[in-house]
């Protein structure tokens, strides 16, 4: 069993930066896949970023990319969203997750344990 709980969230004006941390407990942690998705108001929950158990492959959704960069640290059972350059597109409700497999939550956006999401906005 895994538990997430994401934290970072705030308002920020376009341009801004934010990073998300998601801690998670459960011995699995370590070994499982990490990611984020988020969902806009009126939207469908999207991916946008995810990370290998060991960090070594990363993915991001075209959006995003440049401008994101997930990361993680084992040792604190923390998984990381650094966002930069951000727009008010990305005003949404960003949730973590831990799976097995990268590819499931890049390809399927599916995922065993989900957070319960932390708001951010962004200010034109």
């Known amino acids: 069993q895994v538990h997430v709980v994401e934290s970072g969230g705030g308002l920020v004006q376009t341009g801004g930066s934010l990073r998300l941390s998601c801690a998670a407990s459960?011995?699995?942690?370590?070994?499982?896949?990490a990611g984020w998705f988020r969902q806009a108001p009126g939207k469908e929950r999207r991916f946008v970023s995810a990370v290998s158990w060991s960090g070594d492959k990363t993915s991001y959704a075209d959006s995003v990319k440049g401008r994101f960069t997930i990361s993680r640290d084992n040792a604190k059972n923390t998984v990381y969203l650094q966002m930069t350059s951000l727009k008010p597109g990305d005003k949404a409700v960003y949730y973590c997750?831990?799976?097995?497999?990268?590819?499931?939550?890049?390809?399927?956006?599916?995922?065993?344990?989900w957070g319960q999401g932390t708001q951010v906005t962004v200010s034109s």
């Open positions: 459960g011995r699995t942690f370590s070994s499982s896949a």
């Open positions: 997750a831990a799976a097995s497999g990268l590819e499931e939550m890049r390809d399927y956006g599916l995922a065993d344990y």
